[in-house]
Nanobody
Framework: EVQLVESGGGSVQAGGSLRLSCTAAAITLSDYHMAWFRQAPGKGREGVAYVGTYGTTGYADSVKGRFTISQDNAKNTLYLQMNNLKPEDTAMYYC??????????????????????WGQGTRVTVSS
């Protein structure tokens, strides 16, 4: 069973930074296509950033230039470095994993329920 555990959320002021971590258990992270999603109060879940097993990365337009996705295979951990945070970044952030690239990309583009494995989420609150 895939186990993903997020950490690193918190409360910051606008313009601040946070680094989210997603540690994987029972799987080798580098075998999976990975992504970060978020869900703001009262809104649907949306893709934030993804990284494929070959290193291909992608970002939502709203976070390009501010967020960076990376992974440390030795630590079996996925990261999301978030800089210049804005109040509209306030959300629950989830990491997700899937063995199929097409499924992950489809999930990133809106079909998130198809993505196989999810963490429990970590909350980010950005105040103005």
């Amino acid at each position: 069973e895939v186990q993903l555990v997020e950490s690193g959320g918190g409360s910051v002021q606008a313009g601040g930074s946070l680094r989210l971590s997603c540690t994987a258990a029972a799987i080798t992270l580098s075998d999976y296509h990975m992504a970060w999603f978020r869900q703001a109060p009262g809104k649907g879940r949306e893709g934030v950033a993804y990284v494929g097993t070959y290193g291909t990365t992608g970002y939502a337009d709203s976070v390009k230039g501010r967020f960076t996705i990376s992974q440390d295979n030795a630590k079996n951990t996925l990261y999301l470095q978030m800089n210049n945070l804005k109040p509209e970044d306030t959300a629950m952030y989830y990491c997700a994993a899937d063995l199929k690239w097409g499924t992950l990309r489809s999930g990133f583009d809106g079909n998130w329920r198809r993505v196989a494995s999810w963490g429990q989420g970590t909350r980010v609150t950005v105040s103005s």
